[in-house]
């Protein structure tokens, strides 16, 4: 949920490097910043409330003098968002300086231990307990850095990546259960969180397995593992286009990455994604479960009706949050299907590696083919979308349409229409849909804005979409969206139909579109104001979003779009960043 980052080198003065990197990885958290640098033997810590640009201009950390350094940006999840919880945190000394992302589950029984033998705490984090847990083992160890990380760690419960600056010139770092990463060129290496923290500066760089420590020392690296033994990782070439991660002509990532969707829709269809492998695993196995979280999960649901309808294939599908409570009863020869954007989820990956000790195969959609779930699983798919850096997902939401649709496609032997050139046309059909951009802009200025509650009802393969809209709805724009089965209506969400409800409408001419039309009439005689999303136009609505004519299976991977649309111009009505919406971060790595 927090960035880190931390640099060794002579690229330039560590300040301005580690404030561009922050920026860059922001989606993580956005709460609070803060970086630390090492001159002259001394560390300085700056570090504040906001977001990296407004504590920069405030307290001028770019600044700080040293060529060595660490930053963090954080999502709050102990103590309040002040400026001394804002990492990094010093030892008593000040002869250590730490970043952490991730929980310290046993912080309370470790701070009173600590305080006992005279530490003074100076936030509510529970990050601190690892500044004075190394400051401990570092006099015990006489200096020795690597013994005090390894003893450090040992102490720890919980899932933590922790970087440390030692006034001897050092930086280490540690993870378990979150993300870090090694960056490496010829006249640097960095500590990150995400490659984004240093992929202006190289592209080569090592993922540390679970319960490794990294020591970098005159411009040397040394790896050891859980063991303490020296070990070597392999290094891997980042693929991704810096240039992908900048806003270009768009006023926000948000706004860009939907219009993105029409180009990145087809990059998962490449030679090293594997499909015939991954659909030979569910073909053979005895039972699927899919499992995500948010947009994932939504997606997840999507996946089991065209599994169901077209494959003739059963699965179920948990949150991650839940699943994690039936994953032990997980038989072997079933298949898990995790989609995760990130990789990252924590609860995704907690659920996932129950079910992997049950004998289940892990079968993993992802967009970050070197994440730590990616890596557990026997086989994976790339989103293959590029970063994403709005918080809201949009078009890896769509790519995860567009794999799920391919693989129904194979197992049902052809039984859609799916194949390349039906591809290519839903590709032209999503630009003439993103066209509509302007018509949802005004609409959305025609509404009040301080409209309370939005309701979107989809049925069938639709709902999925309905619950997907109203998510992004509350994500960017702080309303009130509730996604309804149609059907359901009259045992119990019609009580909250009147006058001042705003309702938007899924209903292509499809199988289900007379039916939908049918609770249409039920809102409207309530006075609701309706917003009607189909390829026909109807009397019942009061305003008409008009998708281009398609196989009626294949709606929901264009009429999420106007929903995406909807949901960023609501957050600019009402002057909100659509990138950073309040209290999310874009990779929940913590339960």
Same mark, same amino acid.
């Given at each position: 949920?927090?960035?880190?980052?931390?640099?060794s080198?002579?690229?330039?003065?560590?300040?301005?490097?580690?404030?561009e990197s922050?920026?860059?990885m922001?989606y993580r958290?956005?709460?609070? /910043?803060?970086?630390?640098? &090492?001159n002259?033997?001394?560390?300085?810590?700056?570090?504040?409330? =906001?977001? /990296?640009?407004?504590v920069?201009?405030?307290? !001028?950390?770019?600044?700080?003098?040293?060529?060595?350094?660490i930053?963090?940006?954080?999502?709050?999840t102990?103590?309040?968002?002040?400026?001394?919880?804002?990492?990094? !945190?010093?030892?008593?000394s000040?002869?250590?300086?730490? /970043?952490?992302?991730?929980?310290?589950e046993?912080?309370?029984e470790?701070?009173t231990?600590?305080?006992?033998? =005279?530490?003074?705490?100076?936030?509510?984090?529970?990050?601190e307990?690892?500044?004075?847990l &190394?400051?401990?083992?570092?006099?015990?160890f006489?200096?020795?850095?690597k013994?005090?990380?390894?003893?450090?760690?040992e102490?720890?419960?919980?899932?933590?990546?922790?970087?440390?600056?030692?006034s001897?010139?050092?930086?280490?770092?540690?993870?378990?259960?979150?993300?870090?990463?090694?960056?490496?060129?010829?006249?640097?290496?960095?500590?990150?969180?995400? @490659?984004?923290?240093?992929?202006?500066h190289?592209?080569?760089?090592?993922? $540390?397995?679970?319960?490794?420590?990294?020591?970098?020392?005159?411009?040397?690296?040394?790896?050891?593992?859980?063991?303490?033994?020296? @070990?070597?990782?392999?290094?891997?070439?980042?693929?991704?286009e $810096?240039g992908?991660?900048?806003?270009?002509?768009?006023?926000?990532?948000t706004?860009?990455?939907?219009?993105e969707?029409?180009?990145?829709m $087809?990059k998962?269809f490449?030679?090293?994604?594997?499909?015939?492998?991954?659909?030979?695993?569910?073909?053979?196995?005895?039972?699927?479960?899919?499992?995500?979280?948010?947009?994932?999960?939504?997606?997840?649901?999507?996946?089991?009706? %065209?599994?169901?309808?077209?494959?003739?294939?059963?699965?179920?599908?948990?949150?991650?949050?839940?699943?994690?409570?039936?994953?032990?009863?997980?038989?072997?020869?079933s298949?898990?299907?995790?989609?995760?954007?990130?990789?990252?989820?924590?609860?995704?990956?907690?659920?996932?590696?129950?079910?992997k000790?049950?004998?289940?195969?892990?079968?993993?959609?992802?967009?970050?083919?070197?994440?730590?779930?990616?890596r557990?699983?026997?086989?994976?798919?790339?989103?293959?979308?590029?970063?994403?850096i709005?918080?809201?997902?949009?078009?890896?939401?769509?790519?995860?349409l567009?794999?799920?649709?391919?693989? /129904?496609?194979?197992?049902?032997?052809?039984?859609?229409?799916?194949?390349?050139?039906?591809?290519?046309? %839903?590709?032209? &059909?999503v630009?003439?849909?993103?066209?509509l951009?302007?018509k949802?802009?005004?609409?959305?200025?025609?509404?009040?804005?301080?409209?309370?509650? *939005?309701?979107?009802?989809?049925?069938?393969? !639709?709902?999925?979409?309905?619950?997907?809209?109203s998510?992004?709805?509350?994500?960017?724009?702080?309303?009130?969206?509730?996604?309804?089965?149609?059907?359901?209506?009259? !045992?119990?969400?019609?009580?909250? *139909?009147?006058?001042?409800?705003?309702?938007?409408v899924?209903?292509?001419?499809?199988?289900?579109?007379?039916?939908v039309?049918?609770s249409?009439?039920?809102?409207?005689s309530?006075?609701?104001?309706?917003?009607?999303?189909?390829?026909?136009q109807?009397?019942?609505?009061?305003?008409?979003i008009? %998708?281009?004519?398609?196989?009626?299976?294949?709606?929901?991977? *264009?009429e999420?779009?106007?929903?995406? *649309?909807?949901?960023?111009?609501?957050?600019?009505?009402?002057?909100?960043d659509?990138?950073?919406?309040?209290?999310?971060a874009k990779? @929940?790595?913590?339960?």
């Amino acid at each position: 949920m927090c960035s880190i980052i931390g640099y060794s080198g002579q690229i330039t003065l560590a300040a301005p490097l580690l404030v561009e990197s922050l920026k860059k990885m922001e989606y993580r958290g956005y709460d609070s /910043v803060g970086i630390a640098t &090492l001159n002259k033997g001394d560390i300085l810590v700056s570090k504040g409330v =906001g977001k /990296v640009a407004e504590v920069d201009q405030q307290m !001028h950390l770019n600044e700080l003098p040293g060529e060595i350094g660490i930053g963090h940006t954080r999502w709050a999840t102990h103590g309040g968002v002040t400026d001394k919880n804002a990492h990094p !945190h010093y030892s008593c000394s000040s002869n250590i300086a730490v /970043v952490h992302n991730g929980i310290i589950e046993n912080y309370r029984e470790l701070k009173t231990e600590l305080e006992k033998e =005279g530490h003074v705490f100076k936030s509510q984090t529970d990050s601190e307990v690892i500044a004075h847990l &190394l400051e401990i083992n570092y006099d015990e160890f006489h200096f020795n850095v690597k013994d005090a990380m390894i003893k450090t760690c040992e102490r720890i419960r919980g899932s933590f990546a922790f970087v440390a600056v030692f006034s001897n010139g050092v930086i280490a770092g540690a993870r378990y259960d979150e993300p870090l990463i090694i960056g490496i060129s010829s006249d640097a290496l960095f500590l990150s969180s995400d @490659v984004l923290g240093f992929l202006k500066h190289t592209d080569r760089a090592i993922f $540390l397995d679970n319960g490794d420590v990294v020591i970098v020392e005159n411009k040397k690296f040394t790896i050891f593992d859980a063991q303490q033994t020296i @070990v070597s990782r392999p290094i891997t070439q980042v693929a991704w286009e $810096l240039g992908s991660a900048e806003k270009g002509k768009f006023a926000h990532y948000t706004l860009k990455e939907i219009h993105e969707q029409s180009e990145t829709m $087809l990059k998962p269809f490449v030679p090293t994604n594997d499909f015939d492998l991954f659909c030979k695993y569910l073909d053979n196995a005895s039972n699927i479960y899919i499992t995500g979280s948010g947009t994932s999960y939504n997606s997840g649901l999507l996946g089991k009706s %065209l599994l169901s309808k077209f494959a003739k294939k059963k699965s179920e599908v948990y949150m991650s949050s839940e699943f994690q409570y039936f994953s032990d009863t997980v038989e072997p020869n079933s298949v898990v299907i995790a989609i995760s954007q990130s990789g990252e989820t924590a609860d995704v990956l907690h659920s996932v590696k129950k079910a992997k000790e049950n004998g289940a195969k892990i079968l993993s959609i992802v967009n970050i083919p070197t994440s730590s779930l990616a890596r557990m699983s026997d086989c994976y798919i790339s989103l293959n979308c590029g970063p994403e850096i709005g918080v809201a997902a949009t078009k890896s939401f769509l790519n995860q349409l567009m794999i799920l649709y391919n693989i /129904v496609f194979i197992l049902s032997n052809h039984n859609i229409q799916f194949d390349s050139r039906e591809q290519d046309k %839903l590709q032209e &059909l999503v630009k003439r849909v993103l066209k509509l951009d302007d018509k949802i802009k005004v609409l959305i200025n025609s509404l009040d804005r301080n409209l309370k509650d *939005i309701y979107i009802l989809g049925r069938s393969i !639709h709902y999925p979409i309905a619950l997907e809209g109203s998510l992004k709805i509350k994500e960017l724009a702080y309303i009130h969206a509730e996604g309804i089965a149609a059907g359901e209506l009259k !045992h119990g969400p019609l009580a909250l *139909i009147d006058k001042e409800s705003v309702v938007i409408v899924l209903n292509p001419n499809d199988e289900t579109y007379q039916d939908v039309v049918s609770s249409t009439n039920e809102i409207k005689s309530r006075g609701a104001f309706i917003i009607g999303i189909s390829d026909l136009q109807n009397e019942l609505y009061d305003e008409f979003i008009e %998708l281009p004519k398609i196989f009626g299976y294949l709606y929901p991977l *264009i009429e999420i779009i106007p929903l995406q *649309i909807m949901s960023y111009y609501l957050a600019i009505q009402k002057q909100l960043d659509p990138d950073y919406p309040r209290n999310l971060a874009k990779s @929940v790595t913590v339960k």
